[in-house]
Protein backbone atom coordinates (compact mmCIF):
# COMPACT_ATOMS: atom_id res chain seq x y z
CA UNK A 1 0.00 0.00 0.00
CA UNK A 2 1.16 3.70 -0.96
CA UNK A 3 0.85 5.94 1.55
CA UNK A 4 2.79 8.98 -0.35
CA UNK A 5 3.95 9.37 -3.40
CA UNK A 6 7.49 10.70 -2.00
CA UNK A 7 8.76 7.74 -2.71
CA UNK A 8 12.68 7.17 -3.71
CA UNK A 9 14.17 4.49 -5.43
CA UNK A 10 17.13 3.76 -3.14
CA UNK A 11 20.65 3.52 -5.87
CA UNK A 12 22.69 0.22 -5.39
CA UNK A 13 25.55 1.83 -7.46
CA UNK A 14 29.15 1.16 -6.45
CA UNK A 15 30.52 4.01 -4.67
CA UNK A 16 33.79 5.88 -6.78
CA UNK A 17 37.17 5.68 -4.69
CA UNK A 18 36.50 9.35 -3.91
CA UNK A 19 33.21 8.15 -1.72
CA UNK A 20 34.23 5.43 -0.25
CA UNK A 21 36.72 7.25 1.75
CA UNK A 22 34.21 9.34 3.20
CA UNK A 23 36.72 12.04 3.29
CA UNK A 24 34.49 14.93 0.70
CA UNK A 25 31.39 13.98 2.17
CA UNK A 26 33.20 14.85 5.91
CA UNK A 27 34.51 18.05 4.57
CA UNK A 28 31.37 19.36 3.00
CA UNK A 29 29.76 18.33 5.84
CA UNK A 30 32.47 20.37 8.51
CA UNK A 31 32.54 23.56 5.66
CA UNK A 32 28.51 23.52 6.32
CA UNK A 33 28.56 23.93 9.97
CA UNK A 34 31.67 26.37 9.51
CA UNK A 35 29.51 28.83 7.48
CA UNK A 36 26.48 28.24 10.13
CA UNK A 37 28.83 29.37 12.54
CA UNK A 38 28.77 33.62 11.35
CA UNK A 39 25.06 32.90 10.75
CA UNK A 40 22.74 34.61 13.31
CA UNK A 41 21.31 31.45 15.48
CA UNK A 42 17.85 30.36 14.87
CA UNK A 43 17.54 29.35 18.90
CA UNK A 44 17.29 31.14 21.90
CA UNK A 45 18.84 30.15 25.30
CA UNK A 46 16.22 30.32 27.08
CA UNK A 47 15.98 30.69 30.39
CA UNK A 48 19.00 32.55 30.53
CA UNK A 49 17.99 34.41 27.64
CA UNK A 50 14.35 36.24 27.04
CA UNK A 51 12.69 35.55 24.11
CA UNK A 52 11.14 38.42 22.18
CA UNK A 53 7.38 38.29 22.63
CA UNK A 54 4.68 40.13 21.12
CA UNK A 55 3.09 43.14 23.11
CA UNK A 56 0.01 41.50 23.04
CA UNK A 57 1.33 38.17 23.88
CA UNK A 58 -0.78 35.58 25.94
CA UNK A 59 1.06 34.34 28.94
CA UNK A 60 -0.02 33.99 32.70
CA UNK A 61 -3.65 35.98 33.66
CA UNK A 62 -3.61 38.85 36.48
CA UNK A 63 -7.05 39.82 38.27
CA UNK A 64 -6.39 43.88 38.66
CA UNK A 65 -7.00 45.71 41.45
CA UNK A 66 -7.84 49.57 40.81
CA UNK A 67 -5.88 52.77 41.59
CA UNK A 68 -6.90 52.06 45.67
CA UNK A 69 -6.09 48.64 45.40
CA UNK A 70 -9.77 47.16 45.05
CA UNK A 71 -10.20 43.75 43.26
CA UNK A 72 -11.71 45.40 40.37
CA UNK A 73 -13.78 41.27 39.13
CA UNK A 74 -17.59 41.73 40.16
CA UNK A 75 -18.01 37.75 39.98
CA UNK A 76 -20.49 38.55 36.88
CA UNK A 77 -19.49 35.01 35.05
CA UNK A 78 -19.08 36.96 31.87
CA UNK A 79 -15.40 35.05 31.42
CA UNK A 80 -16.14 31.51 32.54
CA UNK A 81 -19.42 31.96 30.01
CA UNK A 82 -16.78 33.08 26.97
CA UNK A 83 -13.71 30.20 28.23
CA UNK A 84 -14.43 28.29 25.36
CA UNK A 85 -11.96 24.67 27.37
CA UNK A 86 -14.27 25.72 30.19
CA UNK A 87 -11.17 26.52 32.41
CA UNK A 88 -12.71 29.32 34.65
CA UNK A 89 -14.59 28.95 37.67
CA UNK A 90 -15.68 31.12 40.78
CA UNK A 91 -17.93 31.69 43.78
CA UNK A 92 -19.57 35.10 44.50
CA UNK A 93 -19.83 36.62 47.52
CA UNK A 94 -21.42 40.04 48.81
CA UNK A 95 -19.36 42.40 49.84
CA UNK A 96 -19.99 43.53 53.78
CA UNK A 97 -20.00 46.44 55.28
CA UNK A 98 -16.43 47.99 55.97
CA UNK A 99 -15.07 45.62 53.15
CA UNK A 100 -15.01 48.64 50.33
CA UNK A 101 -11.75 48.84 50.20
CA UNK A 102 -10.92 45.55 49.38
CA UNK A 103 -13.82 44.84 46.65
CA UNK A 104 -14.79 47.43 44.25
CA UNK A 105 -17.86 46.75 43.68
CA UNK A 106 -21.08 45.01 45.86
CA UNK A 107 -20.50 41.71 44.35
CA UNK A 108 -16.74 39.75 44.25
CA UNK A 109 -15.11 36.29 43.83
CA UNK A 110 -14.56 34.90 47.31
CA UNK A 111 -13.17 32.02 45.09
CA UNK A 112 -11.76 32.92 41.67
CA UNK A 113 -10.16 30.00 40.01
CA UNK A 114 -8.92 29.15 36.44
CA UNK A 115 -7.53 25.80 35.37
CA UNK A 116 -3.54 26.32 33.26
CA UNK A 117 -4.33 23.07 32.05
CA UNK A 118 -7.27 23.84 30.13
CA UNK A 119 -6.26 27.07 29.25
CA UNK A 120 -5.40 27.18 26.21
CA UNK A 121 -4.98 31.17 26.39
CA UNK A 122 -7.90 32.56 23.44
CA UNK A 123 -7.68 35.77 25.30
CA UNK A 124 -11.32 35.62 25.29
CA UNK A 125 -11.82 36.00 29.15
CA UNK A 126 -10.09 39.36 28.75
CA UNK A 127 -12.47 40.54 25.88
CA UNK A 128 -15.58 39.53 27.69
CA UNK A 129 -14.93 41.56 30.93
CA UNK A 130 -16.66 44.31 31.07
CA UNK A 131 -14.49 45.69 34.19
CA UNK A 132 -11.31 45.29 33.05
CA UNK A 133 -10.39 42.90 35.69
CA UNK A 134 -8.46 40.12 34.01
CA UNK A 135 -6.01 40.28 31.49
CA UNK A 136 -3.45 37.83 29.99
CA UNK A 137 0.27 39.69 30.37
CA UNK A 138 3.68 38.48 29.17
CA UNK A 139 4.26 36.17 31.97
CA UNK A 140 5.31 32.99 31.51
CA UNK A 141 2.84 29.86 33.63
CA UNK A 142 5.79 27.79 35.68
CA UNK A 143 6.38 24.31 34.86
CA UNK A 144 4.87 22.57 37.55
CA UNK A 145 5.11 18.45 38.69
CA UNK A 146 1.28 18.28 39.76
CA UNK A 147 -1.84 18.82 38.38
CA UNK A 148 -3.21 20.53 40.92
CA UNK A 149 -0.25 23.06 41.02
CA UNK A 150 -1.69 24.44 38.06
CA UNK A 151 -4.79 25.37 39.27
CA UNK A 152 -4.44 28.83 39.97
CA UNK A 153 -6.61 30.33 42.78
CA UNK A 154 -7.02 33.91 44.00
CA UNK A 155 -3.52 33.79 45.57
CA UNK A 156 -1.56 33.43 42.25
CA UNK A 157 -3.66 35.67 40.49
CA UNK A 158 -5.15 38.95 42.05
CA UNK A 159 -2.12 41.53 41.64
CA UNK A 160 -0.14 42.60 44.68
CA UNK A 161 -0.23 45.90 45.21
CA UNK A 162 3.51 46.14 46.17
CA UNK A 163 3.93 44.67 42.27
CA UNK A 164 1.34 45.64 39.95
CA UNK A 165 1.41 44.23 36.56
CA UNK A 166 1.88 46.60 34.03
CA UNK A 167 -1.09 46.12 30.84
CA UNK A 168 -0.57 49.24 28.96
CA UNK A 169 1.46 47.67 26.44
CA UNK A 170 -1.60 45.46 25.43
CA UNK A 171 -3.72 48.78 25.36
CA UNK A 172 -2.85 48.86 21.48
CA UNK A 173 -4.27 51.66 19.40
CA UNK A 174 -6.97 49.58 18.22
CA UNK A 175 -7.76 48.79 21.46
CA UNK A 176 -7.60 52.33 22.52
CA UNK A 177 -9.78 53.13 20.08
CA UNK A 178 -12.55 50.87 20.56
CA UNK A 179 -12.80 51.75 24.24
CA UNK A 180 -12.63 55.48 23.14
CA UNK A 181 -16.01 54.67 21.44
CA UNK A 182 -18.79 56.41 23.42
CA UNK A 183 -21.07 53.95 22.04
CA UNK A 184 -19.25 50.81 23.84
CA UNK A 185 -19.33 52.24 27.16
CA UNK A 186 -19.89 48.66 28.53
CA UNK A 187 -16.36 47.74 27.32
CA UNK A 188 -14.66 49.95 29.91
CA UNK A 189 -15.75 51.53 33.68
CA UNK A 190 -12.15 53.60 34.24
CA UNK A 191 -10.92 56.29 32.39
CA UNK A 192 -8.00 59.08 33.66
CA UNK A 193 -8.60 58.06 36.90
CA UNK A 194 -12.66 58.66 36.84
CA UNK A 195 -15.11 56.67 37.04
CA UNK A 196 -17.06 56.92 33.60
CA UNK A 197 -21.00 57.61 34.39
CA UNK A 198 -22.85 55.07 32.06
CA UNK A 199 -25.65 56.20 31.13
CA UNK A 200 -28.39 53.93 31.89
CA UNK A 201 -27.53 54.58 35.61
CA UNK A 202 -28.94 58.51 35.26
S1 LIG B 1 -7.50 32.57 27.93
FE1 LIG B 1 -9.18 31.51 26.87
S2 LIG B 1 -9.04 29.40 27.55
FE2 LIG B 1 -7.80 30.60 28.98
S3 LIG B 1 -9.17 31.09 30.67
FE3 LIG B 1 -9.30 32.79 29.22
S4 LIG B 1 -11.04 32.29 27.87
FE4 LIG B 1 -10.44 30.40 28.95
S1 LIG C 1 -13.02 38.77 35.65
FE1 LIG C 1 -14.43 40.19 34.66
S2 LIG C 1 -15.82 38.88 33.45
FE2 LIG C 1 -14.78 37.56 34.93
S3 LIG C 1 -16.18 37.47 36.66
FE3 LIG C 1 -14.69 39.11 37.07
S4 LIG C 1 -15.71 40.98 36.32
FE4 LIG C 1 -16.81 39.24 35.42
Not at 64 to 86: I, M, S, Y
Amino acid sequence: MQLTNRSKQVSNTEMTFSESLYLPAILNGMAITFKHMFKKEATVRFPDQDRPIAPVYRGQHVLKRDENGAERCTACGLCAVACPAEAITMEAAERKKGEETLYREEKYAAVYEINMLRCIFCGLCEEACPKEAIFLTDRIVSAEDLREDFIYGKSKLVEDTQHRVDVTRRQTEEVLEFKHDKSKYHNQTHEDGKDIIHPWKH
